[in-house]
Structures are given as structure tokens and as C-alpha cells.
């Protein structure tokens, strides 16, 4: 068969050869696909050079990968993609913790800690402390509520980029809330810091004049029994970079307020010596229907 100019006979012959997909979701995302795909390349006059050199980024990206790097989801991560999904699929009751990125320095494993517990095993950053109660939308705390925390030090790396330089599980603790759904633990405040540039999506970032920062942020993955867990983090107010986030994943919501305390009462309460730095915010979860 001939196609003409535009190329819409082979759009048709390609969309025409997906009709016997068994899985009509499978059918409908490859069907979607290919003519967003199609309509791209007659879009923007595709030619053969840059589509070689297209397939060329993403092969290294493929190759990029490791057990311990996963290139294609930080490419997915700079280009929108991650954010836009979760946010198609993280709509929540009303008053419940807003969702963002996993992000890939997350450990399965994480150290289980006591309430009031330092995740900052090296010192040397500003201290703080971190509370707040894990509650139902409807208000109703929810003790046993399991509390997943990670972060980066206060010179913006992960545990797991500096073996041998920063101890396995610094800035990373287990919490469980206790009989009031309340959790505290104390830490550094953490600083920005870039994703990783060395691979392919960096040499994106460059060729696009972008920086390759995030803004300071706490990680949490909030879980209790009966309600939907949600994956978040709480980002430094007032810092760097919360209006060009590298991965578009900082929501209002999540900007919290890291307030300079100096009170003894305070101070005694959570083992700290003042001054410190104070977050408080709580994981509000969406009951399960
Ligand atoms: C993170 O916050 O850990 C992260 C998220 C997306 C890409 C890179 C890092
Ligand atoms: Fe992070």
C-alpha cells in the first residue's frame, strides 16, 4: 500500500495492526501511544538524523541503568512524567496529605527507630526536630500509623551515595506512631541538592540550559490499617529552588515552616539543646472505602 505525504496511511496500518490486542487496556494505551507518536513526528518534521539520534539517548539511558540507578524513571522524573501520573492518581479526600515522587533513594529496608530518635548519624548539620500525628481525613488519630523517613544530610547527599563517607542508614528511620498517632524524631535539616547528572538525562538538563536541583526536603511513606498510604515529603520553606524544582514534584501544601525555637520546655521535651529548628506537620491518610 502507498502512503501519502502526511503519512497518514501508515498512522492508519499501525493503528489497524494494534485492533487484535487481547488486553483492551493494553489496547488503548499502545493505540494512544502510537498516534501521540505519529502525530510528534508529522508535528515537528522529524528527520531521520534526530530520530537516530533520539533512539542513539535512549539506548544510553537504557544502558544507564544498574541495580542501584534507574535512569529512565529520573528521565521520566525531569521531563513532567512521574509528577503528572501521580498526580492523575493521587486524588485524596479532602484535608488528606498531598502525594509527591518516590524519588530513587528510597531503601525497602529502612532502620527501625524509637520515637525521639536522631536519623542524623553523623552531626555537624543544623539541628532539628520533626512531630507531628498521624490522623485519619476525619480527625481520628491513628496509633500503630507506620512512618517511613528519608532525607539527604545537610550537604544534600543520601547515605547511599557516599558509601564509606556517610554510615548505611543515616537520615533514614522507621517510626511507629504511638498511642495518639503522634511521631517525633530529630535530625538536621537537609539541604538541596541535585539529582544526578552524569548519565544522559544530565547531558538533557545541559543541552536545555536547566539546573539540576531539588529544593530541601523530607521524605515520608505514611501507612496505617484501613487507610490508603501515602508517599510525600515536607520541603524547607524559604529555601532554594521551591519554584524550579528539577522534578516538578513540590506542592504548597507540602512547604513547611522549619521554625528557629529557643524554648527550654521545647528543648526537654524532644532531648535537644537550643537552639533548633522546628517542623510540625501531620500525615493526614484517606480512609480505605
Ligand atoms: C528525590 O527526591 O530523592 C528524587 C526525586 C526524583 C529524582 C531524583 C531524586
Ligand atoms: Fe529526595
Redesign the pocket.
Known amino acids: 500500500m502507498t502512503t501519502d505525504a502526511t503519512g497518514a496511511g501508515v498512522t492508519e496500518q499501525a493503528l489497524a495492526a494494534l485492533r487484535g490486542t487481547a488486553d483492551p487496556r493494553l489496547g488503548e494505551l499502545l493505540t494512544g501511544l502510537v498516534r501521540h507518536l505519529h502525530d510528534f513526528a508529522r508535528e515537528t518534521r522529524l528527520t531521520q538524523e534526530e530520530w537516530q539520534r533520539a533512539i542513539a539517548f535512549l539506548t544510553a539511558t537504557g544502558q544507564a541503568c544498574t541495580d542501584t540507578r534507574q535512569e529512565f524513571?529520573?528521565l521520566s522524573?525531569?521531563l513532567g512524567l512521574?509528577m503528572l501520573v501521580e498526580t492523575l492518581n493521587g486524588d485524596r479526600a479532602a484535608g488528606a496529605t498531598e502525594s509527591t515522587?518516590?524519588?530513587?533513594?528510597?531503601l525497602t529496608d529502612s532502620p527501625v527507630r524509637a520515637l525521639g530518635d536522631d536519623i542524623d548519624l553523623v552531626g555537624g548539620g543544623e539541628r532539628c526536630v520533626v512531630s507531628g500525628r498521624v490522623r485519619s481525613a476525619d480527625g481520628t488519630p491513628l496509633p500503630g500509623a507506620v512512618v517511613d523517613v528519608?532525607q539527604?544530610d545537610d550537604k544534600g547527599y543520601?547515605d547511599v551515595q557516599q558509601p564509606g563517607v556517610q554510615p548505611a542508614g543515616n537520615g533514614r528511620g522507621l517510626f511507629t506512631a504511638d498511642a495518639e498517632g503522634r511521631f517525633w524524631f530529630r535530625t538536621c535539616v537537609p539541604a538541596a541538592?541535585p539529582?544526578?547528572t552524569d548519565g544522559p538525562v544530565g547531558e538533557l538538563l545541559r543541552a536545555t540550559g536547566r539546573h539540576p536541583y531539588?529544593p530541601a526536603?523530607i521524605?515520608f511513606i505514611a501507612e496505617a490499617e484501613g487507610h490508603t498510604p501515602v508517599t510525600t515529603?515536607i520541603f524547607v520553606a524559604g529555601g532554594d529552588y521551591l519554584d524550579s524544582d528539577?522534578?516538578f514534584?513540590v506542592k504548597q501544601s507540602l512547604v513547611q515552616d522549619f521554625t528557629e525555637t529557643d524554648d527550654p520546655s521545647l528543648a526537654r521535651e524532644f532531648g535537644v539543646t537550643n537552639p533548633f529548628r522546628h517542623a510540625r506537620f501531620d500525615l493526614v491518610l484517606e480512609r480505605t472505602a
Open positions: 524513571i529520573l522524573d525531569v512521574s515522587v518516590l524519588g530513587p533513594f528510597h528519608w539527604a543520601y541538592y539529582i544526578p531539588r526536603h521524605h515529603h528539577a522534578v514534584a
